[in-house]
């Protein structure tokens, strides 16, 4: 459990830095506004410190539905409420109606980013797993024509 907590802190990490820099980069490039280099390191801060609450919530046993949906549904919020706390941590902008509503739209970004990332990379493991379970048993079937 502890592994699998690790390996999905990386993944996610890395999946929501890529998503945070591609949405900064289309806000810088729309503002006309210059980078700092600081800000780099502070991408690199949110990515791990929303990718914590990800994979937390990967660890978590969800028996049905409605509890996934719940969590899931937390986990949103709480994304987005970190988001807009550090936006205003690191100064990136001031917390109006419309920087939040952008906020919430990168947040939607993020997951839908992710979440397609994830579902690409698991549909993949999933067709190379049943393509090697198919060759196992194919090899077994005919090991067991050959002694019958």
């Known amino acids: 459990m502890i592994k699998e907590f690790f390996i999905s802190l990386v993944h996610y990490f890395v999946d929501i830095t890529t998503a945070v820099l591609i949405a900064a980069a289309i806000y810088l490039t729309a503002s006309g506004q210059q980078m ?5 390191w502070e991408i690199l801060l949110s990515g791990f410190i929303t990718a914590l609450p990800t994979a937390i919530l990967l660890c978590l ?10 969590l899931w549904g937390t986990h949103f919020f709480l994304i987005f409420c970190i988001t807009l706390l550090l936006l205003k941590m690191f100064g990136w902008c001031r917390i109006t109606p419309l920087s939040a ?3 919430f739209l990168a947040v939607i ?3 839908v980013f992710t979440g397609s990332v994830h579902y690409l990379i698991d549909r993949k493991h999933t067709t190379l797993m049943n393509q090697q379970l198919r060759k196992r048993y194919e090899k077994k079937d005919q090991t067991e024509k050959k002694t019958s």
Do not use: A, C, R
């Open 36 to 40: 700092d280099s600081i800000i780099l």
């Open 61 to 70: 046993d969800t028996k049905g539905v409605k509890t996934s949906l719940i």
């Open 101 to 103: 509503l952008l906020s």
């Open 109 to 111: 970004f993020i997951y």
